[in-house]
């Protein structure tokens, strides 16, 4: 008996094996399930029908069913559109630079000067912004930023005639700034947490200066931090819509205000949907040329 017992569990043995290995393949298969689905109906199937809808015309103020390419020649071949991509990429371009310019001193100071009993609670700090409403700040700065606003107050209380700082790079950036900031913050900080603090004293110690420590020891350490900052704020501002239209008064027009103008204009849904897609190709674009920096400084 105790030799068919033996048997018995000998030969259960490989398939139990097989039935935990077979598991171990489905079950992370099982959890990617439900992400995939959701994006397959909340994300591709608009975005296909957004590029289907490029090709329809417009009669009667309705958008209906055809195959034409007007759209796409009146929309690429408008000085208007051509402007507004221009400015659009200009004002995002500045706001990635100038954001992670000022977010990185600020990540280092939370990320090597602050005691860890304090660094949970400034990064709370700092998350609380992000989930804060974006369109009641940006309304907070157009009080701060308007002729009779606090600034101007606070100039007239000194003697000093009162600036219009609305309207213009300067308040857009102001928004950009206000949308972006917290989170580039954010990011900068959890890649300096990450480095190995040992090869900046080793720098050091070799006697290197502060300067040629943070130059060639620290950054490289965070690049693809640095790269995911600059490609965030990029993808928040380049699509933004709450910062050109309440505090730069949508002139110069950036390709969202530009959006919503168009199809105001006589219901223009798939020339609205063309300047869209080409958004989103922009965007995509963008986000590959950072990938491909991000492997070439992985392999060197």
């Known amino acids: 008996m105790e030799n068919i ?13 097989s039935f935990k290995t077979r ?7 099982a959890l990617a399930i439900p992400p995939l689905i959701w994006q397959l109906i909340f994300f591709v199937l608009p975005m296909i029908f957004l590029f289907t809808l490029t090709f329809w015309k417009v009669e009667f103020y309705k958008p209906v069913p055809a195959f034409v390419l007007d759209n796409w020649m009146k929309i690429i071949g408008s000085s208007s559109f051509q402007k507004a991509l221009i400015y659009t990429f200009e004002m995002s371009l500045l706001s990635a630079l100038v954001v992670t310019l000022i977010a990185l001193p600020a990540a280092c100071i939370l990320a090597f000067r602050v005691s860890e009993k304090y660094q949970p609670i400034l990064i709370a700090l700092l998350v609380v912004p992000v ?20 600034f101007n107050w606070v100039l007239g209380m000194l003697g000093i005639d009162g600036l219009n700082m609305l309207g213009g790079t300067f308040a857009l950036q102001v928004g950009y700034l206000t949308l972006c900031l917290p989170v580039v913050v954010l990011v900068l900080t959890f890649a300096l ?14 006697g290197c200066r502060s300067y040629q420590v943070f130059w060639h020891v620290l950054l490289p350490s965070i690049r693809n931090g640095l790269l995911l900052a600059l490609t965030t704020t990029f993808m928040l501002t380049f699509s933004d819509y709450i910062a050109p239209l309440l505090l730069s008064g949508s002139n110069p027009p950036t390709l969202s205000i530009l959006i919503v103008d168009t199809v105001k204009s006589g219901a223009q849904w798939p020339r609205a949907s063309v300047i869209g897609i080409i958004m989103m190709l922009c ?15 992985g392999g060197s």
């Open 5 to 17: 017992s033996n048997i018995v569990i000998a030969q259960s043995a490989p398939r139990a094996v």
């Open 23 to 29: 598991r171990r393949h489905w079950f992370p298969l």
């Open 131 to 150: 989930f804060t409403s974006y369109v009641l700040r940006a309304y907070a700065w157009q009080v701060v930023l308007s002729p009779q606003g606090l």
């Open 193 to 206: 947490l990450g480095i190995d603090r040992s090869h900046l004293e080793a720098a050091s110690n070799l």
């Open 283 to 297: 965007i995509g674009v963008m986000l590959l040329l950072s990938n491909v920096v991000s492997r070439k400084g």
